[in-house]
């Protein structure tokens, strides 16, 4: 909310409202779409003038930040960042699946899933194992072996959205 000059920050709790102004830009806000199926997130959404103003209004002084690029030095000063990454998005309107010998992954598969992961740079920087809770792991073995994994980080029925990540491929 803007009073002209300055950005007055307010808490939304209602989701029909919170649902609406994230639809708005979905590709960047799918995560946070999908975190209303299960709770209100804190997500900064606005123009990089406005940002600063909003982070300082978060009630928590530590957190996950999810940013644009053009908010990231309106948080400078305000949080000190432990790890940084660049993700980089695509959007995808109309998914058609494929067919191919892949197997669902699970909790049971943790091991080497991490094994796959340790093989190359950055893979699985976002992994964590509840994620394989949501069914919507696959990996593809060769002779036994884990050589391809791809999941997802966040998924909502309700909301019809998925981040896909997690991908990783040996990379012999």
């Known amino acids: 909310m803007s ?3 300055r950005v007055v920050p ?4 209602d989701k029909f409202e919170i649902r609406h102004r994230l639809n708005a830009d979905r590709e960047w806000s799918l995560y946070a779409l999908a975190d209303l199926d299960d709770g209100m997130p804190i997500v ?3 123009d990089a003038a406005s940002t600063r103003v909003l982070l300082a209004a978060l ?8 940013l644009k690029a053009d908010q990231m ?7 000190r960042y432990r790890e940084r990454h660049e993700m980089r998005r695509m959007f995808l309107d109309a998914f058609q699946p494929r067919s191919g010998a892949t197997e669902l992954l699970t909790a049971a598969d943790c091991g080497d899933i991490r094994h796959l992961y340790s093989c190359g740079d950055g893979g699985g920087i976002a992994f964590a194992p509840f994620q394989l809770d949501t069914g919507f792991f696959r ?3 060769r002779d036994g072996e884990l050589v391809a ?4 980080q966040v998924a909502s029925r309700n909301e019809g959205v998925a981040a896909v990540g997690n991908i990783f491929t040996r990379p012999d």
Request: no cysteine; aromatic share 6%; glycine share 22%.
């Open 59 to 66: 009630p928590g002084p530590t957190g996950y930040l999810n």
């Open 73 to 79: 030095d309106d948080a400078e000063g305000l949080y």
């Open 3 to 5: 009073d002209g000059s």
């Open 149 to 152: 994994v791809a999941g997802v």
């Open 44 to 46: 900064v959404v606005g």
């Open 10 to 13: 307010h808490r939304l709790s």
């Open 139 to 141: 990996g593809i073995r």
